[in-house]
C-alpha cells in the first residue's frame, strides 16, 4: 500500500471518528432536549407565541408571531372560539375541540395523532386563546434535524476529506516522485548532469533535493575523476609499457653477454620507476579532487618549514642555476607538511627544469592581507600569453625537450589541486624569453580537514 492511500485512510478515518464524537456529545448535552420532543416544543413555540402577542392602535401585531414553526402549527381564537388568525392542520375542527388551558393532551385529525396545548392571554379589551398543534409522531425537531444533517453533511465531509488528503498527499510526494526519477536514470547509465532543482513543495522535500542534488554532484565528480584516471593512466602507461615490451623481445632474441641482459634490465628498471612515478601521481592527484584520503592541517609555522625543504632540495640537473630564498620570518599558516612539501619540490623543479642555464630562482615566502604568499621566480624560458592557462593541466609542458626525459607533466597539476585543497589559489605570471613566477596564495585559516583526520 502506497503512502498517499494510507494518509488518504488515515485521514478518512479521523473525520469518521471525529463525526461521531461529535453527534455523540450533541446527543448528550441536549438529552433534555431530544427528550421533550415533539410535546416540548410544542410547549415551548405555544408560550413564545403568547409572549409575543400584542395589540396596539387598535389592532394585533401578527408580524410578531409565527403561525407554523419547528412543526407546531399556532392558531389564535377570541374568547368566543372564533379563528383570528393562525394555521391549522387539514381537516381539523375546532369547534369540536374545547380549550383546556396549560394541558397538554391528545386529539385525532384525520385519523392521525395529535398534541395540543393551549393557553389564555388575557388582554386589556378580552381574552385570546393561543392554540397550538403538532403531530405525536413529528421528528422535525432537534434529533430529526441532527440525523438529517449527518445524512447530508458526513458524506460530504468525507468525500472532501478523501479528495483533500489525496491531493495534498499527491503534491507533497511529487517531488519525491522526481527523485525517484531522477535516481533510476541514474542508475540506468543515464545523464550524471541532471539535477532536481526543487524550488516549490513542502520544505522537507526541498531540503531532502537539495541534499540529492548535492550527493548527484558529487557522483558526477567521483565519475569524472575516475574516467580522467582511467584515460590519463591509459593514455601515460601506453609508451612505457611498450618501451618495456620491447626491450624484452629484444633482449630474448638479441641478449647474449651478461652485459647486454644487464643493459636491458636497466632499459626495463627506468621504464618501471617512470610507471611507478606517474601512477603514484595520478593517484594523488584523483585522491585530492576526490576526497577519497584525508590530509590533517595543523598550524605550523610555514617560515622554518619552507626554509627546510628549500635545504633539503637536491635538483636532478641544476645546470648552473642559483637559487635564492626570501623568507619572511614567522609565517604561520594551517598547512599539511606532507603537501606543502611536494608544492615547494615540484615548483622549484619546474623552475631548474625550465630556467636557463647558469641563471637564477628567486623563493619568497611573505605575508599580506590575503594571507601566506609563496612564490617561485625563475629567469627561464617563459610562457606564451596563449598558454598561461594550459600550465596547470595534466601532461601539458611548455617545452617537452627541456628537463629529465621521464617527466610525467603533473607537477603543475599537482600544485593547483594541493593549493585548492588548502583552501587557497595557484597564479602564474610569465613574459616569454624572460621568465615565469609561480604564485601559491595561502588563507590563514582555510576550511580543510581537522587533526582528528588521519591521513
Same mark, same amino acid.
Given at each position: 500500500?502506497?503512502?498517499? %492511500?494510507?494518509? +488518504? #485512510?488515515?485521514?478518512? &478515518?479521523? @473525520? =469518521?471518528?471525529? !463525526?461521531?464524537?461529535? /453527534?455523540?456529545?450533541? $446527543?448528550?448535552?441536549?438529552?433534555?432536549?431530544?427528550?421533550?420532543?415533539?410535546?416540548?416544543?410544542?410547549?415551548?413555540?405555544?408560550?413564545?407565541?403568547?409572549?409575543?402577542?400584542?395589540?396596539?392602535?387598535?389592532?394585533?401585531?401578527?408580524?410578531?408571531?409565527?403561525?407554523?414553526?419547528?412543526?407546531?402549527?399556532?392558531?389564535?381564537?377570541?374568547?368566543?372560539?372564533?379563528?383570528?388568525?393562525?394555521?391549522?392542520?387539514?381537516?381539523?375542527?375546532?369547534?369540536?375541540?374545547?380549550?383546556?388551558?396549560?394541558?397538554?393532551?391528545?386529539?385525532?385529525?384525520?385519523?392521525?395523532?395529535?398534541?395540543?396545548?393551549?393557553?389564555?392571554?388575557?388582554?386589556?379589551?378580552?381574552?385570546?386563546?393561543?392554540?397550538?398543534?403538532?403531530?405525536?409522531?413529528?421528528?422535525?425537531?432537534?434529533?430529526?434535524?441532527?440525523?438529517? %444533517?449527518?445524512? +447530508? #453533511?458526513?458524506?460530504? &465531509?468525507? @468525500? =472532501?476529506?478523501? !479528495?483533500?488528503?489525496? /491531493?495534498?498527499?499527491? $503534491?507533497?510526494?511529487?517531488?519525491?516522485?522526481?527523485?525517484?526519477?531522477?535516481?533510476?536514470?541514474?542508475?540506468?547509465?543515464?545523464?550524471?548532469?541532471?539535477?532536481?532543482?526543487?524550488?516549490?513543495?513542502?520544505?522537507?522535500?526541498?531540503?531532502?533535493?537539495?541534499?540529492?542534488?548535492?550527493?548527484?554532484?558529487?557522483?558526477?565528480?567521483?565519475?569524472?575523476?575516475?574516467?580522467?584516471?582511467?584515460?590519463?593512466?591509459?593514455?601515460?602507461?601506453?609508451?612505457?609499457?611498450?618501451?618495456?615490451?620491447?626491450?624484452?623481445?629484444?633482449?630474448?632474441?638479441?641478449?647474449?653477454?651478461?652485459?647486454?641482459?644487464?643493459?636491458?634490465?636497466?632499459?626495463?628498471?627506468?621504464?618501471?620507476?617512470?610507471?611507478?612515478?606517474?601512477?603514484?601521481?595520478?593517484?594523488?592527484?584523483?585522491?585530492?579532487?576526490?576526497?577519497?584520503?584525508?590530509?590533517?592541517?595543523?598550524?605550523?609555522?610555514?617560515?622554518?618549514?619552507?626554509?627546510?625543504?628549500?635545504?633539503?632540495?637536491?635538483?636532478?640537473?641544476?645546470?648552473?642555476?642559483?637559487?635564492?630564498?626570501?623568507?619572511?620570518?614567522?609565517?604561520?599558516?594551517?598547512?599539511?607538511?606532507?603537501?606543502?612539501?611536494?608544492?615547494?619540490?615540484?615548483?622549484?623543479?619546474?623552475?631548474?627544469?625550465?630556467?636557463?642555464?647558469?641563471?637564477?630562482?628567486?623563493?619568497?615566502?611573505?605575508?599580506?592581507?590575503?594571507?601566506?604568499?609563496?612564490?617561485?621566480?625563475?629567469?627561464?624560458?617563459?610562457?606564451?600569453?596563449?598558454?598561461?592557462?594550459?600550465?596547470?593541466?595534466?601532461?601539458?609542458?611548455?617545452?617537452?625537450?627541456?628537463?629529465?626525459?621521464?617527466?610525467?607533466?603533473?607537477?603543475?597539476?599537482?600544485?593547483?589541486?594541493?593549493?585548492?585543497?588548502?583552501?587557497?589559489?595557484?597564479?602564474?605570471?610569465?613574459?616569454?624569453?624572460?621568465?615565469?613566477?609561480?604564485?601559491?596564495?595561502?588563507?590563514?585559516?582555510?576550511?580543510?580537514?581537522?587533526?582528528?583526520?588521519?591521513?
Amino acid at each position: 500500500m502506497s503512502i498517499k %492511500l494510507r494518509m +488518504t #485512510l488515515w485521514f478518512t &478515518l479521523m @473525520v =469518521l471518528l471525529l !463525526a461521531a464524537m461529535v /453527534l455523540v456529545f450533541v $446527543l448528550v448535552i441536549n438529552a433534555n432536549a431530544v427528550t421533550d420532543d415533539p410535546a416540548g416544543r410544542l410547549v415551548k413555540v405555544v408560550m413564545k407565541n403568547s409572549d409575543r402577542l400584542e395589540f396596539e392602535h387598535g389592532r394585533f401585531e401578527w408580524d410578531d408571531v409565527d403561525a407554523y414553526s419547528r412543526g407546531v402549527y399556532s392558531a389564535f381564537y377570541n374568547d368566543s372560539g372564533e379563528l383570528l388568525n393562525g394555521a391549522e392542520p387539514e381537516g381539523f375542527d375546532s369547534a369540536a375541540l374545547s380549550f383546556e388551558p396549560n394541558v397538554v393532551r391528545g386529539t385525532d385529525i384525520s385519523g392521525k395523532a395529535y398534541y395540543v396545548y393551549d393557553v389564555h392571554v388575557d388582554m386589556d379589551f378580552s381574552g385570546i386563546w393561543v392554540r397550538g398543534l403538532i403531530p405525536a409522531d413529528d421528528r422535525s425537531g432537534l434529533m430529526h434535524t441532527i440525523l438529517i %444533517l449527518t445524512a +447530508t #453533511l458526513l458524506p460530504a &465531509l468525507i @468525500v =472532501l476529506s478523501v !479528495a483533500g488528503g489525496w /491531493l495534498i498527499a499527491k $503534491l507533497s510526494f511529487r517531488p519525491l516522485e522526481k527523485i525517484v526519477s531522477a535516481a533510476n536514470d541514474i542508475s540506468d547509465g543515464g545523464d550524471l548532469t541532471r539535477r532536481l532543482n526543487i524550488k516549490h513543495g513542502p520544505s522537507e522535500m526541498k531540503r531532502l533535493g537539495s541534499s540529492f542534488d548535492r550527493m548527484f554532484a558529487r557522483l558526477e565528480e567521483s565519475f569524472n575523476v575516475e574516467r580522467q584516471f582511467a584515460s590519463d593512466a591509459s593514455h601515460e602507461l601506453r609508451t612505457p609499457v611498450t618501451i618495456i615490451l620491447a626491450q624484452c623481445d629484444r633482449s630474448k632474441r638479441k641478449d647474449k653477454t651478461r652485459e647486454d641482459f644487464l643493459a636491458s634490465i636497466g632499459v626495463i628498471e627506468e621504464q618501471g620507476k617512470h610507471m611507478s612515478e606517474l601512477v603514484q601521481q595520478l593517484l594523488g592527484l584523483t585522491r585530492l579532487q576526490h576526497g577519497t584520503d584525508r590530509y590533517p592541517m595543523r598550524e605550523g609555522d610555514l617560515s622554518g618549514f619552507t626554509e627546510s625543504c628549500c635545504g633539503e632540495f637536491v635538483p636532478a640537473d641544476c645546470r648552473g642555476i642559483e637559487l635564492e630564498t626570501d623568507i619572511a620570518p614567522d609565517v604561520s599558516a594551517r598547512f599539511n607538511s606532507a603537501l606543502m612539501s611536494r608544492v615547494i619540490y615540484n615548483l622549484l623543479q619546474n623552475a631548474y627544469k625550465y630556467g636557463k642555464e647558469g641563471g637564477h630562482i628567486w623563493l619568497k615566502l611573505s605575508r599580506t592581507d590575503e594571507g601566506a604568499v609563496l612564490s617561485v621566480k625563475d629567469d627561464g624560458i617563459g610562457i606564451a600569453p596563449e598558454d598561461l592557462d594550459k600550465v596547470w593541466q595534466r601532461f601539458w609542458q611548455a617545452d617537452a625537450s627541456r628537463g629529465d626525459e621521464g617527466s610525467s607533466g603533473l607537477g603543475l597539476s599537482m600544485v593547483r589541486e594541493i593549493a585548492l585543497f588548502h583552501s587557497g589559489r595557484a597564479e602564474v605570471e610569465s613574459v616569454p624569453g624572460q621568465g615565469s613566477t609561480f604564485r601559491i596564495i595561502l588563507p590563514f585559516r582555510p576550511t580543510g580537514p581537522t587533526e582528528s583526520q588521519s591521513p
